[in-house]
């Protein structure tokens, strides 16, 4: 049996597992976190596509997003001069987006001018009261709620109950003869696989091919703690913008290049944070993100060697030869792109975990 028609049948299995009840066998999230992320990865999964381009506001009109604009990187709107039609008719303007539609005047923008210019409020949970967006003006703002069944898909959707922490079927799989358990690993392997090659696919027609190997790319160096930060950060610097000085842009952008180092560092920490910081300097009102906007980083519980300075410098390393990379990215190149990734080398990076860090 080949593997699309493995995957076929563990998602079959799936999804006649759902309609069976809580007690059915079915994949379990082990994450702790049972409510909506951050505003930051909301706004991510939403211009990757993941939510749809498609809703209906709350006056029963069909919105559909043409084009989401500008990530905005300072105060103001999530999304700049974007593009949209509400039942047919074209609108330019700005978009925002918030877990609940009440936090539109819990932050203020209801009395804020610089919100005078949205014209879509997305939410990810209705209003358990009756509810319209207003702005500064008083005018009624669309307000659209991102179907359940998009938040379900992509992993955000909100939930009250605790967390599933352990397989209700370890005797199950443990009775299992050897044969069928390996069916069923390389079923589920198989399943999740054509998942991620569906995203890349869809997150290609919106970015382009290249861009979107280099988002995965990030998310992948990210390892699990730091894989939404890494994919910002390839959005917020596409591979488009930092082709000339990748190193230097990408730290810039992620907020790890600070005015001084701290008299502590080493003269060769000191030397690479001075070649950085005079290359980003020109080109920071492009890349700077607002504090409120900064990237969420995971710096605990991290090995030193997973670092996010080091990822983002492993990262810029790829980028500064990613034609290179990108040629090996193909099924029968699987071994040569090993050796690739193997053989990467850095000055600084590999002998360091930080900016201000000693060698080792």
Request: with cysteine.
């Amino acid at each position: 049996m080949d593997l699309r028609s493995m995957a076929s049948l563990y998602e079959e299995a799936l999804s006649a597992a759902r309609e069976e009840g809580p007690t059915a066998v079915r994949e379990y999230s082990v994450s702790n976190r049972s409510s909506l992320p951050d505003e930051r990865t909301l706004q991510l999964l939403l211009l990757e596509g993941v939510f749809g381009t498609s809703f209906t506001d709350d006056s029963g009109r069909d919105v559909h997003i043409l084009d989401f604009g500008n990530w905005n990187k300072s105060a103001g709107p999530d999304f700049l001069n974007a593009r949209i039609r509400i039942n047919g008719v074209p609108q330019s303007g700005d978009i925002e987006l918030d877990p609940a539609p009440e936090d539109w005047e819990r932050h203020g923008h209801g009395s804020n001018p610089g919100f005078n210019g949205v014209i879509l409020h997305l939410v990810c949970t209705p209003s358990r009261r009756g509810w319209f967006t207003r702005n500064a003006r008083h005018e009624r703002i669309p307000l659209a709620v991102i179907p359940p069944a998009a938040l379900a898909q992509s992993g955000t959707s909100p939930s009250d109950s605790a967390p599933v922490r352990h397989c209700l079927h370890t005797d199950l799989l443990a009775s299992m003869a050897p044969e069928s358990l390996e069916t069923l690993l390389q079923s589920a392997a198989a399943y999740r696989f054509r998942n991620k090659h569906r995203r890349h696919a869809e997150r290609a027609k919106y970015a382009g091919e290249e861009q979107t190997l280099f988002e995965n790319l990030a998310e992948t160096l990210g390892y699990h703690a730091n894989k939404t930060a890494m994919r910002h950060l390839a959005l917020r610097a596409p591979l488009r913008s930092i082709r000339n000085c990748p190193q230097a842009l990408l730290f810039g952008t992620a907020g790890f290049l600070l005015p001084v180092l701290p008299t502590s560092c080493t003269l060769e920490a000191v030397d690479l944070h001075k070649k950085l910081w005079a290359q980003w300097w020109p080109l920071r009102e492009q890349f700077e993100l607002a504090p409120d906007r900064s990237f969420p980083w995971t710096f605990s519980g991290n090995r030193p060697a997973n670092h996010p300075q080091r990822r983002v410098g492993a990262l810029s390393v790829i980028a500064a030869d990613f034609d290179t990379f990108k040629r090996l990215c193909v099924a029968r190149h699987t071994e040569k792109l090993t050796e690739y990734l193997s053989s990467l080398t850095h000055p600084y990076w590999s002998t360091h975990v930080t900016l201000p860090s000693s060698p080792s």
